[in-house]
Every structure is written in structure tokens, then in C-alpha cells.
């Protein structure tokens, strides 16, 4: 058993510190979306009602071991003191090497003082750092609120979903999510294909693709997965459009055979109606990764469509993470699913093999 914060007993004088996942994107300095920062604070709040002090820690970018001030804490600190006074935040873990480095001495430093450990950073548990696994050796430990909620609703997927239980996966890379695809036909009754990642499935089935983005190494994994989806009777279900660009960079839609130099960046609109539908017809969905390029207005009716589905469908609504959920808050829709996941890695980690590291260490802590 994974402990919570009511494993931990009294806290009420204890110094905790609480590993959260600040990781906010930021522009030129100013946070755009404090919603990782806002989602820490039921847990913050449980602790400090309760008589705690509060130490939190995160990392924030990619700053490769060492100060860099592009990648200061002091606007997520700023934020933080206007929705939890009083609240201390670290400077950023990564500035240090011991962090990435799973360094005891590390570790060790971070719990100096402190009389207990609570993780509430889903998006980092799948990483075994020194602030994650470290901790949970020495301290009374516990997951938060955030992170009970998000172990609660996707392993309630591998275990027990609702069917028909269907999957969308989106993105560029299919050697990203290879696991997690082949993971998911073991539970899923459909998968669905957008994204950059469906072209080396189109290629695999022996369609041509153009100058798209493709994985050559990965075509024969896809076609034994296209092979094992027909054999279990769970369908994998391709584009049967394409949105993209022509040899000469004009904009086009084409079937699923492109030309020479044509390039795809979006599900076309037979595709989107057709994975609409079978969004409405579930029980249960999860959604990670784009139907196409997104950010690009020309590219973005694939992704619009079936978040709107999302939104719109009666089934029980996961989206994990990253570029899934920026999707739905640029199309305002993230207030019409049932659980946004904070950590797009992480969900699909967890979705593959059960377990993280940070959970694992959790319940290794000397009161679990």
C-alpha cells in the first residue's frame, strides 16, 4: 500500500517537505498557465491547516545541472505566495546535478531539517531523482492529494474501466508510446491513430506517405501490431484523410495515399468525424497527444475535433497530459473532462507497467 497523508499522523509543528511539480511553461520570464502551481494546493492546504510548515521543491525546465536564471524559481515563487502565504519554495532542483544524478548526499541536503516527506509530483514520478526515491528512504512519507488522485484514476483504467474502453493516441513518435500502445492492447477493446505517429502505420500497411514524418526502423513493429490488434479483435483505427502541404507548400487534403514531397500535419475531416464517433460510442476514453500540428491554425481542426468528442461524449473522460491538454485549454474545453493527468510521461508510464518509481520508493518509506 502506497501511505497518505493521513499515514502520516500529527503534523501539526513538523516541518514537511513537499515535492510538487511547478514545472509551469513560461514566456520571457512570466508564467502563461499556473495550473500545476494551483493543482499543489489542496494538499499544501490539508498540511498547513493542520498546524505544518511547508517546504515545497520542484524543478523547472531543463537547466542541465547547473544555475541558470532563465530558469528561476522566482516567478513560480511569486505565484505561489499569492495563493498560499507563508508557503516556502526551493530554489530549482536542477540546478544541482545530484538531482538528476539520484545523489544521496543530494537527498540528504534537501531533508535537513525536515520531520516528514510528502510527493505530489505526478508529472516527475516516473523519474528515479534524488527528490523523488531519495526522501522516502529516511522520512515518514506519503503521497498528496494530487498524486492519490492520479494513481486512483489511471490504474482504475488498466484494471477496471468501463468498456468499450478506447484509447486516442496522438504525437509524432510511435517509438515514444510503443510500450504503452502494446500495453493498452492487452486492456483497451480500440485504438485509435492520429497524429505524425499514424504515418509509419499507413506506411507499414504499404501506403505511400510522401515527405511526411516517419520512423522507418519502427514499420515492421507497427505491422506486427496492426497484425496483433486484428488477431485479439480490438481494431486500430488509421486516418482515412490527410491534412498537409504539397510538394510546392500548398495547402491540401488528400486520402490516405500522398504524393511525392506531400507532407501530412493533421488528421483530415473524415477522420476527425470518424474517431468523433467512436469517441461518443465509449465508456471509457484516454487521450494523449495530438491529432496534428495544433499550434498551427491550418493544422488544428483534427485535435479541435476530438477534444470537442471529449468533451462532448457521456463516456469517462482521461486526457494524459502535455500536449493533449494544452490542446484542450487553447480550445477551452479542460473544464468539460472528467480527469486532466498533470503528467503526460508519467500517465503513460503508469498506464504501462503499473507502478513508478516515486510509488515504488513510497511505499519502501519506514511508515508504509
Request: one cysteine or more.
Amino acid at each position: 500500500m502506497i501511505p497518505t497523508l493521513d499515514d502520516l499522523g500529527d503534523v501539526a509543528g513538523k516541518r514537511v517537505l513537499v515535492r510538487t511539480d511547478f514545472n509551469v511553461p513560461m514566456d520571457d520570464g512570466v508564467i502563461t498557465d499556473d495550473f500545476r502551481i494551483r493543482a499543489a494546493l489542496p494538499t499544501i492546504q490539508w498540511l498547513t491547516s493542520r498546524g505544518a510548515t511547508v517546504i515545497t521543491a520542484s524543478h523547472l525546465g531543463r537547466p542541465k545541472g547547473r544555475p541558470d536564471a532563465r530558469y528561476s524559481m522566482d516567478p513560480v515563487r511569486a505565484r505561489l505566495a499569492e495563493l498560499a502565504p507563508g508557503v516556502e519554495l526551493l530554489e530549482n532542483l536542477r540546478f544541482d546535478p545530484g538531482e538528476e544524478g539520484n545523489d544521496p548526499a543530494f537527498a540528504a541536503s534537501l531533508i535537513d531539517g525536515i520531520d516528514a516527506y510528502v510527493d505530489d509530483a505526478f508529472g516527475a514520478c516516473h523519474r528515479a531523482h534524488a527528490s523523488i526515491v531519495g526522501p522516502p528512504r529516511v522520512l515518514p512519507s506519503a503521497m498528496g492529494l494530487l498524486l492519490q488522485k492520479e494513481v486512483e484514476v489511471l490504474l482504475g483504467l488498466r484494471e477496471h474501466p468501463k468498456r468499450p474502453f478506447v484509447a486516442v493516441l496522438g504525437g509524432s513518435k510511435i517509438s515514444d508510446k510503443l510500450g504503452v500502445v502494446e500495453s493498452l492492447l492487452n486492456v483497451v477493446d480500440a485504438l485509435v491513430i492520429g497524429g505524425a505517429m499514424c504515418f509509419t502505420f499507413l506506411a507499414a500497411q504499404g501506403k505511400p506517405i510522401g515527405a511526411s514524418l516517419w520512423e522507418p526502423d519502427q514499420v515492421d513493429t507497427c505491422a506486427r501490431l496492426l497484425a496483433t490488434s486484428a488477431a485479439r479483435g480490438k481494431p486500430i483505427h488509421l486516418p482515412e484523410d490527410i491534412v498537409g502541404l504539397d510538394a510546392g507548400g500548398n495547402f491540401a487534403t488528400y486520402g490516405t495515399r500522398l504524393p511525392d514531397g506531400a507532407k501530412g500535419f493533421d488528421i483530415g475531416p473524415g477522420s476527425a468525424a470518424a474517431f468523433s464517433d467512436i469517441i461518443m460510442d465509449a465508456r471509457t476514453v484516454f487521450w494523449n497527444g495530438p491529432m496534428g500540428m495544433f499550434e498551427d491554425d491550418r493544422f488544428a481542426a483534427g485535435t479541435r475535433t476530438v477534444a470537442q468528442a471529449m468533451a462532448d461524449t457521456k463516456a469517462f473522460t482521461v486526457v494524459g497530459g502535455g500536449d493533449s491538454a494544452a490542446a484542450l485549454a487553447q480550445f477551452r474545453l479542460d473544464d468539460e473532462i472528467d480527469h486532466v493527468s498533470t503528467g503526460g510521461g508519467a500517465s503513460l508510464e503508469l498506464l504501462e507497467l503499473g507502478d513508478l518509481p516515486g510509488l515504488a520508493a513510497l511505499r519502501g518509506a519506514p511508515n508504509a
